[in-house]
């Protein structure tokens, strides 16, 4: 009986994780890598800028471009996409990541674009870089999203999960600035605004990802319609 038990739950637990994943066809998997790649331009953009701003070595301007959000997200995003090409097959966990990726390129679309793009002063492989990912990347990625992954992978209880990516990379942020005292964004600058300030906007920070998410959540429920 406890092994007839047994068999039932593996089987049952092979089904969900069957439920929720998705075969991508070959334009997926194509466009995926495509994708990818994009990804790993903006990498070198960001970076070789820091390289030409400040006279620093190449490592250091590779650990200089990895302070940004923009940066270390395409980096993962490159990662999950790889693999998701590679393999041909979106998991349940691959759902989750790539709509935290698309949750935070939305945000941090906004914020580029509502806060930071008029301000100027930028290096010219930043334009284009920040052009690539805060623009072309997100609406490249939200086709792809719509396009091929799965309508049954997202519920509105993985919501917290894709806020989890921002919280952790809010948590490195800070780390980062008590070791040599950069903050690279100034709303985020305990120096400048106090720490009681930058926990406030954290935490809203946290919470405006969390209704973007709730968004695509929401949308990849009506598509299943």
């Known amino acids: 009986m406890s092994l007839g038990r047994d068999q039932a739950s593996v089987d049952e637990a092979a089904s969900e994780i069957e439920y929720y994943m998705q075969n991508l066809p070959l334009v997926g998997r194509v466009s995926a890598a495509l ?52 393999t041909g097959r979106l998991s349940k966990a691959n759902h989750v990541i790539l709509a935290s990726h698309l949750t935070a390129l939305v945000m941090m679309s906004l914020i580029y674009h509502f806060y930071y793009a008029n301000q100027g002063g930028f290096f010219f492989t930043e334009i284009i870089g920040y052009q690539l ?69 954290m935490i809203a920070t946290v919470l405006g990802y969390c209704v973007v998410a709730g968004f695509i959540v929401l949308l990849t429920r009506f598509l299943a319609r």
């Open 35 to 86: 994708l990818a790649l994009i990804s790993c331009i903006v990498i070198c953009l960001l970076c070789l800028a820091a390289y030409y701003m400040d006279p620093i070595s190449y490592v250091d301007a590779i650990w200089e471009g990895f302070r940004q959000m923009a940066v270390i997200g395409a980096a993962l995003l490159a990662i999950t996409l790889f693999t998701v090409a590679i």
């Open 133 to 201: 990912i805060h623009t072309l990347l997100v609406l490249l990625l939200f086709l792809w999203w719509a396009a091929f992954a799965s309508v049954r992978a997202l519920e509105y209880w993985d919501i917290p999960a894709l806020g989890l990516w921002p919280a952790i990379y809010l948590a490195y942020l800070m780390w980062r600035g008590s070791l040599d005292g950069g903050y690279i964004y100034p709303f985020l600058d305990p120096t400048l605004l106090g720490r009681e300030v930058v926990a406030l906007v």
